[in-house]
C-alpha cells in the first residue's frame, strides 16, 4: 500500500483453444518494473481477490461488525485494527476520541482492579451526570478477563432497564482503554448506610423485597449475578435500591450449572466451597446474608461443612419473630433445592403475608416516606440518602 500505483486488468478466457488466458495489461503508472512483471506472469494462478477492484478503504471508526463476521467481507482489505482492539470487538465499538471530548469529569469516585469510576457531565445530553468507567486492556488481558469485560457491559445493556438495576446508556474502546457508561446513583452503598443505621422492620421489608424483584428479573432473563453484597447495591436520591456492578454476572440459562470459584466468602453460597456444580439458587443465599445483616445487625455464623447438616446458622443471642427466623432459614438453607429460590415463592410466605409486591415494583412505596412514620433518625437518614 506504500506505492501508489493504478492498474487496469481486463481478462479474456479462450474457452475453445487450449491457449490459456490472454491477458491485457494498461499499466498507468510503472514506476515499479518488479511490480509489474509480477502482475504480467502468466505461469502464476489467478489470485481468488480481483485486483481490477480497489481495495476498500475502511477507517477504524466505521468499521463493521459484517467484516468480522462473514468470511467473504472479511477478505477485503482495510485500514488496520489492532489486535489490542480486536480482542473487544464487535461488543466494544471503536471510537479514538478522548473521552474529555464527550464527558466532563467532575470528579473521581471509586476504584477498581481493572481502572476507575469518575462522575462526569454529558453536555450533550442536557447536562446530564452520569459515571464513567474506565477500564485498562492491558490489564484486563494480563488477568484473561476479556469475555468477563464482554459479558459485564452485554448483561447491563439488556437489564438494565429495570427499575432497580442501574441501566449503561453506551460503552466504547479507544486503543489502550474501555469505557463504560451507567447512571450516576447519588446515595451510596447499602454497605455503608447499615453500618451506621439501625433500619426499621418496614423499610428492612421494602429492602428485601426490591432485592428480590431484581434478582428474579436477572435470572429470567438468564443471568446469574453471582456477587450480590451490599457493596453492590446503591441508593438513590429516594433511598431506592440499585443493583450494580456485573462483573462476575453470567449468561446461564434457568436450571442450569455452573462450577466457576467466584464471589465474595462472605455471602458465598455453600455449593460454591464445596465446589459442586451450582445455579441460580446461590443468589438467593446472598440474599439471605444481607437480609440476616438487616434483621439482625450480624451475618450469620459459618455455614456446616457437611451436607447433611441441619442449617442452624443463624445469629445467636438474636432475638427474631417466627415469621423472621422462617424467612432466614429458607434462604439459608445449605440444600440449594430445598432453598427459596423463587419470587414467587417468597411472596407465598408468612414474613410477606398481605404485602403488595406490585406497590414495589411500581415504586409507590417510598423509604422517605416510610422512615417519617417509623424512625427517629428520617432526618440523618433522608440527609444520607442525598448527600452520601
Known amino acids: 500500500m506504500g506505492n501508489k500505483q493504478t492498474v487496469e486488468k481486463t481478462v479474456v478466457e479462450n474457452s475453445t483453444s487450449n491457449k490459456g488466458k490472454q491477458v491485457k495489461f494498461q499499466e498507468i503508472n510503472n514506476s515499479s518494473s518488479f511490480f509489474t512483471k509480477s502482475l504480467l506472469s502468466l505461469n502464476s494462478q489467478r489470485s481468488t481477490y480481483s485486483v481490477s477492484r480497489p481495495w476498500s478503504r475502511v477507517s477504524r471508526k466505521r468499521w463493521k461488525e459484517s467484516t468480522l463476521t462473514l468470511p467473504y467481507d472479511s477478505s477485503k482489505t482495510a485500514w488496520p485494527v489492532s489486535q489490542l482492539e480486536s480482542y473487544f470487538l464487535p461488543v466494544f465499538p471503536i471510537d479514538s476520541r478522548p473521552h474529555e471530548q464527550k464527558y466532563k469529569v467532575i470528579e473521581e469516585i471509586a476504584r477498581g482492579a481493572f481502572g476507575k469510576v469518575f462522575k462526569v457531565l454529558s453536555e450533550e445530553s ?33 437489564c438494565g432497564h429495570h427499575t432497580f438495576i442501574v441501566s449503561s446508556p453506551c460503552h466504547w474502546q479507544s486503543r489502550k482503554k474501555l469505557y463504560i457508561v451507567t447512571e450516576f446513583i447519588s446515595g451510596g452503598e447499602l454497605h455503608n448506610f447499615l453500618e451506621e443505621y439501625a433500619l426499621p422492620k418496614v423499610l428492612i421489608k ?91 445487625s450480624k451475618y450469620p455464623t459459618s455455614f456446616p461443612v457437611k451436607e447433611n447438616e441441619s442449617p442452624g446458622n443463624l445469629p445467636e443471642d438474636v432475638e427474631l419473630t417466627p415469621s423472621e427466623k422462617d424467612l432466614l432459614l429458607r434462604l439459608l438453607d445449605v440444600d440449594p433445592s430445598r432453598r427459596l429460590h423463587s419470587l414467587r415463592t417468597l411472596q407465598t410466605i408468612a414474613f410477606y403475608k398481605g404485602y403488595n409486591f406490585e406497590d414495589v415494583k411500581n415504586k409507590k412505596l417510598k423509604p422517605n416516606d416510610l422512615l417519617q412514620e417509623f424512625s427517629p433518625q428520617k432526618k440523618q437518614i433522608e440527609e444520607n440518602f442525598e448527600t452520601f
Open 126 to 158: 442536557g447536562g446530564n451526570i452520569y459515571a464513567l468507567k474506565v477500564l485498562s486492556k492491558s490489564k484486563i488481558i494480563k488477568e484473561n478477563a476479556i469475555q468477563q469485560v464482554k459479558e459485564e457491559v452485554q448483561i447491563q445493556s439488556a
Open 206 to 296: 421494602l429492602y428485601i423485597a426490591q432485592i428480590a424483584l431484581a434478582i428474579d428479573f436477572l435470572h429470567n432473563a438468564g443471568v446469574i449475578y453471582r456477587d450480590l453484597k451490599p457493596e453492590n447495591i446503591l441508593l438513590d436520591a429516594r433511598g431506592d435500591i440499585k443493583l450494580v456492578d456485573f462483573g462476575l454476572s453470567k449468561w446461564l440459562t434457568y436450571g442450569g450449572k455452573t462450577s466457576t470459584l467466584c464471589g465474595t466468602p462472605r455471602y458465598m453460597a455453600p455449593e460454591i466451597f464445596h465446589l459442586q456444580p451450582y445455579g441460580h439458587s446461590c443468589d438467593w443465599w446472598s440474599l439471605g446474608v444481607i437480609a440476616c445483616r438487616m434483621i439482625t
